[in-house]
Each structure stands twice: as structure tokens, then as C-alpha cells.
């Protein structure tokens, strides 16, 4: 798990293997669930070794949610409630400060698609590979060799997600960049999947698990093609498709940063204002 992250490599003397810090507590909790075990939560340390910023710090917690028999939608809605429980109990009501202005919490959150947000901020067919290609070229973001989805996820990042003030839930991502989610019915290009954000932040990652061991397995082999041994974003995880040949139910899925959400319950525009001992660059 942990999306297009690049993990801290480690070596383990006694047993003289390669370790890997988490990036993500998602794989062994999906094995509790092929497990038998129908409702599953850690909230836990993980590890990103990327770059530090208001909104990055390579060590941070997170919650981690798995629901047997839920999908996506459920994970919107128990997003909702796990956001509207924390600032209920603030007593502000649903809007927060946010610097000089503030952040209308109030329920429902609105929803708008991947595809039609990309459009809308950039005047560009999603669709269109050669447009993303081009406008790609016009703004500084490398094409050559590169999938015309990652290309367009780039210029989601870029052009997109800073206009996100929300609360908004972006859904429906292009499968391609959605290795370890079910595909929509009927539109096998686009995955069960949503993000929530927030002033720009990404403050939640959710989607319908896909669980099916061969579709999976093909998954992740096509992640790591092209990619070095470092830069590899999943490694091949052979005893988690071994647990998915063993039966996983359909299931939601849902990640939520709690350092970026304690940030918008506490108006602390940087998220080292938040963590006890954040990773600072050395003094010169």
C-alpha cells in the first residue's frame, strides 16, 4: 500500500535480509480480513522517504479502515462522520478558522469527479492523451516514456489540487494509477476510489478493495515495470496475493492523515507545528 510512495530501505543483521519501513499499514490488514475478521482499524507510525513541506513530514500517523461488504461510498460516509465527530468536539459548530478565513465542515461534503475537475482547471479532455501530452509539455511536466495517466496525475497535482478548498471529495481516478483498487462496473478505466481534500490538502485516500488474486498480481507487476529497485512504489508482495487466493470479501478501504487533520482542527498552517519532533533540514 501507500500509493506512488518511495520507501526507507533498512538491514536486518541477524536474519541478513532487506527490510522496508511501512508506508502504509494497508497490506496486513487486509490479510486480517481474509482472516475472517469483518471490521479492522490501526492507528499507526508510517514512513515516506519524500520531501518535507508545510504539508510533509517523512514520518506521520495515520488511520487506517477496513470494512468487509462496504465499498467506497461507505468510506465517504464514515469519513464524514469521523470528521464531523472530532470537531463536535470543539464546540465551534461546523466551521473552523482557517487563517483569515474559515472551513465550512457542514455535511454532506461535495463530490465532483476526477475527470470533470481536471477539465474544469485546465480546459483540457481528460480523454484526450495527446491534449495531456501537449499541455503537459506547455507547463514543464516530462512526458517521454510516461504514462499518459501518471502525466495527467501530475497535472492534477499541479494545476488541481491547490483549488481544492472543500471540504470536496474527488472520485472515480483512472484505474492505471489504482493498483490495489476494484474497477467500476461497467467502466473498467476508472476505479472505485476517492480522495478528500481540503485547502489543498489531501486530508483522506479511500476506495473499494479489489480482491481479486490475478487481477491484483497483474497489478502490481505492471507497477514495477520501468521502475529501479528504489523508486519501486509497491513491492511485489507475495504472501498478500497468497492471502487474497485464500478469499477476501468485497470491502471499503480508507486512509485519513491524522498530523494534517489535527492541523485544520488547530489552525496550524504547517504540519511540524503538530508533531512533537518533526524532521527538520540541518543547520548549515
Known amino acids: 500500500g501507500g500509493a506512488a510512495a518511495r520507501p526507507f530501505v533498512t538491514h ?134 510516461r504514462h499518459p495517466d501518471v502525466i495527467k496525475s501530475d497535472i492534477f497535482e499541479e494545476k488541481v489540487e491547490d483549488s481544492l478548498v472543500g471540504p470536496i471529495f474527488v472520485i472515480d481516478y483512472p484505474a492505471s494509477i489504482c493498483p490495489l483498487t476494484k474497477r467500476k462496473t461497467g467502466n473498467p478505466a476508472i476505479a472505485e476510489r476517492f480522495e478528500l481534500f481540503v485547502q489543498g490538502m489531501e486530508l483522506a485516500n479511500a476506495y473499494t478493495e479489489l480482491n481479486d488474486p490475478d487481477l491484483q498480481e497483474e497489478l502490481f507487476k505492471t507497477q514495477l515495470d520501468g521502475l529501479s529497485e528504489e523508486d519501486s512504489m509497491a513491492k511485489m508482495d507475495h504472501d498478500f496475493i497468497r492471502a487474497l487466493r485464500n478469499g477476501m470479501p468485497p470491502a471499503g478501504g480508507l486512509g485519513i492523515g491524522i498530523d494534517r487533520l489535527v492541523m485544520l482542527l488547530t489552525n496550524s498552517q504547517t504540519i511540524r507545528d503538530v508533531i512533537l519532533f518533526p524532521l527538520l533540514r540541518p543547520e548549515q
Open 12 to 145: 536486518h543483521n541477524a536474519l541478513d535480509i532487506q527490510l522496508y519501513m511501512r508506508i502504509a499499514l494497508e497490506l496486513h490488514l487486509k490479510r486480517l480480513l481474509v482472516g475472517g475478521m469483518e471490521r479492522v482499524f490501526e492507528l499507526g507510525r508510517v514512513y515516506r522517504n519524500e520531501g518535507i513541506s508545510p504539508k510533509h513530514n517523512p514520518e506521520f500517523t495515520m488511520l487506517e479502515v477496513y470494512q468487509a461488504f462496504g465499498n467506497y461510498e461507505t468510506m465517504m460516509d464514515l469519513t464524514e462522520q469521523i470528521i464531523s465527530d472530532a470537531i463536535a468536539v470543539l464546540g465551534h459548530g461546523t466551521k473552523l478558522p482557517w487563517g483569515e478565513t474559515e472551513i465550512d465542515f457542514a455535511t454532506p461534503f461535495q463530490r465532483k469527479t476526477y475527470a470533470d475537475l481536471f477539465q474544469e482547471h485546465t480546459g483540457v479532455d481528460p480523454d484526450n492523451e495527446q491534449a495531456i501530452i501537449d499541455y503537459a509539455k506547455t507547463i514543464g511536466i516530462e512526458t517521454a516514456g
